[in-house]
């Protein structure tokens, strides 16, 4: 019996995903169609291991993906009498309620004096959590807010006892907070590709400089400088104590140190994040829809490392969701936008309006692109999903997650998304073309066409959900770039 039979939905594409799971290497990379049911096989994989003892941890992007991966182990357990800490990790933002009205420095608990951090106890907490998992954060909230108690602090105590953490990227990323999870044997990250052009710290060169001379000032006086950021706190000197906090934050982070206009941003390449990481675990799984190309983030990740890379073909095909490139002479390539061209766009969309008799979301490379489509259109360009045909852009609000309904059944993709290269990334990308020796052009093109296949596949995903979906891709380029890869 295979650990996925735990899985009431399973399909034959989530047992080949179980199979590379059990792969005998300490590194996999995985990428796998968007909705194929990586995650369920993924938290499937740490109840298995976890009833076996080994403890693990699952890093997704964002607080929405922690509650659907919740709300999926909460499926995949009912019923089983399991006795096994499931855990999300708490941000100081969602968990923190007495909600200070002051940025949340380091150092700020114990800095004002929260009532609060004196009630450690979490032991009926502790029990409570054993025998249920909660898909809503909140939930958690305000189970550990209970007593007067800090939500942010209870949890983050219960952390090292938990069998399965359900984490965000940065308890990956940052080593003050992957130490608070306590030793850990697997580790799956899911989006995985946003490890890349990852920064650990930013900010103000001055600010930097200040609280050095700060830093030292304690050291002198004989005070640690996390009690000393406490010390200026309470003492009033607010400004000073920031700064400090500030400094601290930046000496602790790891990274390549980078200056760029007045600030300081620490570059943490995705191969020494792994390196950090690997050293004490039984074994790291890296996956995501987006590692396109793989060859460049088998490079960017697993370098020198005894690794497994596997790909499931199709990047954003699923079950639900057809996709067609159109034979197209119109493309939203900067040397090739005019008004002609976006009235040729304006003419396909109202042609497949009709034809298809569908309500349509179209997804534009830029607000600029959208607007002139729109123009043509006699439309505006919205957020929100409503109207026979909403003009949108690619990483906007309705692209990375506002609820679109189910009868918007048809996405066109008005152009490809090749982001703007800003002055961080290319701080960025000189960093990585020292460390993996790798010419600058060639990390910028597989940068672009990594964000662009990102973009794409997260704008295409709002479509073909549960009712069937069809994506259109109207570009010139598309072909010759995608190939059979879609
Ligand atoms: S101890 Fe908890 S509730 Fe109090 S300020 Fe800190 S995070 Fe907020």
């Given at each position: 019996m295979s650990y996925v039979d735990m899985i009431p939905w399973k399909t034959k594409e989530m047992e080949k995903i179980a199979k590379i799971f059990l792969t005998d290497k300490k590194l996999i990379l995985l990428r796998a169609p968007a909705g194929i049911g990586k995650t369920s096989v993924a938290v499937t994989y740490l109840i298995s291991m976890a009833i076996m003892g080994k403890r693990g941890a699952i890093f997704?992007?964002?607080?929405?993906?922690?509650?659907?991966?919740?709300?999926?182990?909460?499926?995949?357990?009912?019923?089983?009498?399991?006795?096994?800490?499931?855990?999300?990790?708490?941000?100081?933002?969602?968990?923190?309620?007495?909600?200070?009205?002051?940025?949340?420095?380091?150092?700020?608990?114990?800095?004002?004096?929260?009532?609060?951090?004196?009630?450690?106890?979490?032991?009926?907490?502790?029990?409570?959590?054993?025998?249920q998992v909660f898909s809503e954060l909140n939930s958690y909230v305000r189970l550990m807010a209970m007593g007067m108690r800090c939500p942010y602090h209870i949890c983050l105590e219960l952390l090292k006892k938990a069998d399965i953490i359900i984490g965000t990227h940065p308890y990956f990323i940052?080593?003050?907070?992957?130490?608070?999870?306590?030793?850990?044997?697997?580790?799956?990250?899911?989006?995985?590709?946003?490890?890349?052009?990852?920064?650990?710290?930013?900010?103000?060169?001055?600010?930097?400089?200040?609280?050095?001379?700060?830093a030292e000032e304690a050291m002198e006086k004989g005070h640690a400088i996390h009690k000393y950021v406490v010390r200026l706190?309470?003492?009033?000197?607010?400004?000073?104590?920031?700064?400090?906090?500030?400094y601290d934050a930046y000496r602790t982070e790891k990274g390549v140190e980078v200056r760029m206009n007045g600030k300081i941003i620490k570059v943490y390449p995705p191969i020494e994040l792994v390196k950090d990481r690997i050293e004490n675990v039984s074994k790291i799984i890296l996956m995501s829809s987006t590692l396109y190309p793989s060859k460049f983030y088998e490079k960017l990740f697993a370098e020198g490392i005894n690794h497994r890379l596997e790909v499931i073909p199709g990047l954003f095909k699923?079950?639900?969701?057809?996709?067609?490139?159109?034979?197209?002479?119109?493309?939203?390539?900067?040397?090739?936008r005019s008004q002609e061209i976006y009235a040729g766009?304006?003419?396909?969309?109202?042609?497949?309006?009709?034809?298809?008799?569908?309500?349509?979301?179209?997804?534009?490379?830029?607000?600029?692109?959208?607007?002139?489509?729109?123009?043509?259109?006699?439309?505006?360009?919205?957020?929100?999903?409503?109207?026979?045909?909403?003009i949108t852009v690619y990483r906007g609000r309705i692209a990375e997650g506002v609820e679109l309904p189910e009868d918007y059944k048809v996405a066109i993709m008005a152009g490809l998304p090749f982001p703007k290269i800003s002055a961080k990334d290319e701080k960025i990308i000189e960093v990585y073309s020292k460390i993996y020796r790798i010419d600058k052009q060639s990390i910028r093109q597989a940068f672009l066409m990594s964000s662009m296949v990102s973009a794409l596949i997260q704008a295409a995903g709002r479509v073909g959900r549960r009712e069937q979906g069809l994506v259109i891709i109207i570009d010139s380029r598309a072909k010759s770039i995608f190939g059979g890869a879609l």
């Open positions: 997704l992007r964002t607080r929405k993906e922690v509650e659907h991966t919740l709300a999926i182990i909460k499926r995949i357990i009912s019923g089983k009498k399991l006795d096994l800490l499931i855990l999300p990790t708490p941000s100081k933002h969602d968990f923190c309620v007495e909600k200070p009205g002051v940025p949340l420095i380091k150092y700020w608990c114990p800095a004002s004096e929260c009532d609060r951090l004196k009630r450690r106890k979490y032991s009926d907490v502790e029990k409570v959590l054993r025998s940052h080593e003050d907070l992957f130490e608070r999870l306590g030793k850990l044997a697997i580790i799956v990250v899911d989006e995985a590709h946003n490890l890349v052009g990852i920064t650990t710290f930013e900010g103000d060169a001055k600010n930097i400089e200040e609280g050095k001379i700060i706190w309470r003492s009033g000197d607010i400004d000073r104590a920031t700064i400090l906090a500030e699923s079950p639900k969701r057809r996709i067609v490139i159109m034979d197209t002479e119109l493309s939203t390539a900067v040397s090739m766009y304006a003419s396909e969309i109202k042609r497949l309006h009709r034809k298809l008799g569908e309500k349509i979301i179209v997804f534009c490379p830029s607000y600029e692109v959208a607007k002139n489509i729109a123009k043509h259109l006699g439309k505006e360009v919205k957020d929100k999903p409503e109207g026979e045909i909403i």
